[in-house]
């Protein structure tokens, strides 16, 4: 009887091993998923500060084009660059 009493003692210490085991699992899954969704986040960031980014350089750039091209219109013709703009 006294040997059943300390295999069921050591029975009940390992499930709540295991028990204490598997919500720390939890914890360290819960854990993952908040970095995964902060990485997503992060890198979601990034993407659309790439493409403000490209945008505004698109924009400088086609304004240089279209100052060249008014430039050499108003060598071209009398008019000169505010003449274009009235």
């Known amino acids: 009887m006294n040997e059943l009493s300390i295999t069921a003692k050591n029975t009940s210490d390992k499930l709540e091993d295991g028990a204490d085991a598997f919500a720390k699992m939890g914890e360290k899954t819960e854990a993952l998923n908040s970095l995964g969704e902060r990485i997503k986040q992060f890198v979601g960031l990034q993407g659309a500060a790439l493409v403000a980014r490209k945008a505004v350089s698109n924009a ?16 071209v013709t009398d008019l000169t660059v505010g003449d274009y703009w009235d």
């Open 60 to 75: 400088v750039d086609t304004i240089k084009e279209l100052d060249a091209t008014m430039t050499e219109m108003s060598v």
